[in-house]
C-alpha cells in the first residue's frame, strides 16, 4: 500500500532468521540452520532462543560451539562467562535425585505389579509407559 511504513525492525528480522534457521534445521540443512542463527544473532544479539537454536545446530555438525570461530565468542553476553556460584550444581544434583527417585519409584511400582499380575502386568506396565513416552515426544515435535 502507498504510503505505508515498511521498516522492519532488527529486533523482527532477527526473529525472521531464527524462524528460517528452524525451518532449515527441521529440512536437515544443519549449516543453512546455523548460518542462519548466526544472522539472526546479528540482527539482535539477545535473541537468545537463536543463540541456542544455533549451539544445538553447530553440535549436531559435530563441532564445539564457542570453538567454531571467533564470531561466536563475540556475540556472547557477558553473563555467558559469569562464574558459576553453585546454582546450576545445585539444580543438577537436585534433577539427578529426583530421577534416582523416579527409578526407585519405577521399580518398586513393577515389583508389586509383578507379585500381583505376574509377568503380564509388567508387559502392561513397558506398554503404558512406551504409550506415554510417544504421546509425550510427538507433541514436543510438533510443538516445534
Known sequence: MVGENTTISREDLAVEKNNEGVS???AGD???AARAFQEAL???PSLDEARENRDMAIKRLGRD????DDELVRTRREEDFAIDTGGDTLERLIQYAL???AAVIGIALMVGIYAILGPVGIVLLIVGCLFVWAIK???LFFLK
Do not use: E, H, I, M
Open 137 to 139: 515426544w510427538s507433541w
Open 24 to 26: 532449515r534445521f527441521k
Open 99 to 101: 530421577y534416582a527417585l
Open 42 to 44: 546479528q540482527f539482535d
Open 65 to 68: 560451539p564457542v570453538d567454531d
Open 30 to 32: 544443519l549449516a543453512g
